[in-house]
């Protein structure tokens, strides 16, 4: 007589990993793509969209007279390297976005790209389904290195219209410097060519600092009053005030001056100087960082910004100035 086999251990991303949620309103509206977890050591994302569901779910229990017009969908990002806690399991799935990831054979030729095949396939899966004329994408991550929180977009008005509603420092120019990430692809077109789109990310903090998941909640939110999902009346002022306590005083719109890649044959030996935070000061010629060359000094001045303090990652530092053109998007 065969034993019976082993259960298998509950997945401790849910029953249904990918989609946190997929909130439907009683009125027209945007639909709205929110995704946590794009890298696996960046949870407070996916926490603060498990928290979100949660308070929609009272809501209309606690404001009866609650409307909520579009739609939401929540994603998580790279499941597997959640599952383990790290940045990624084979390639960094936020530089690898394009329309197509499969191989030749029709497999898969990395883990990521598997990953990012989900993702497409539950927001192509929506929109097949869903009334809305616009599309609006909130990535949410967090940073090795503490200090201010900020958003990014691309250069185009809408979504940095949309990003400054946030009442944070934005920083535009970054998709000069990075390739193939969420903000590229949903604003490059290559995604849907019916449904004009909105797209911003969000560094909500520290990966460490329990706040961030605080912080990324007040973002979502304040981003669903943004685009009129919900009412200005239905949202506490204490997600605005979540925000305004952790936003540094710089220039409210700052734009990319450099981006340090790291060389792939030398990633080991890449070692940033420690102690730098989110948008501290540097002055051209500062000594910053290390590799196999030697010191590797700031070719020009302004403020650092995702110092790397981890051992995986394509880049060891960026720096930001302020947008030359004024505060005007």
Known sequence: MQSKPEPSAPDPLGESPRVIGHYIGEEPGPLVVAIGGIHGNEPAGVQALEQLFDLLKEEPRLNPGFTFRGELLALRGNLEALRVG??????????????????????????????????????E????????QELVLIDLHTTTATGGIFAITGDDAPSLLLAAELGVPVIKGMLSGLQGTTLSYFRSGEYDFEHPCRAITFEAGAHTDEESVDRALAATVNLL?????????????????????????????????????????????????????????????????????????????GYILMPLYQDQGDEGF???AAYEGGTAY
């Open 225 to 301: 009053r943004s685009v009129g999902c919900v009412r200005e009346e239905d949202v506490s002022t204490h997600h605005e005030e979540t925000l305004r306590r952790a936003a540094v005083p710089v220039p409210t719109l700052l734009e990319l001056t450099y981006v340090h890649h790291i060389d792939p044959d030398d990633r080991a030996g890449f070692t940033m100087r420690p102690g730098y935070r989110n948008f501290q000061s540097v002055e051209e010629g500062t000594i910053i960082a290390e590799d196999a060359n030697g010191p590797i000094a700031a070719p020009c001045s």
């Open 318 to 320: 960026f720096i930001v």
């Open 86 to 123: 790290r940045r990624y399991v084979d390639i960094d799935l936020n530089r690898i976005w394009k329309p197509y990831v499969r191989g030749t054979d029709n497999t898969f030729p990395t883990v990521e790209a598997r990953e990012l095949d989900g993702m497409l396939a539950a927001i």
């Open 125 to 132: 899966n929506a929109l097949e389904d869903s009334s809305a």
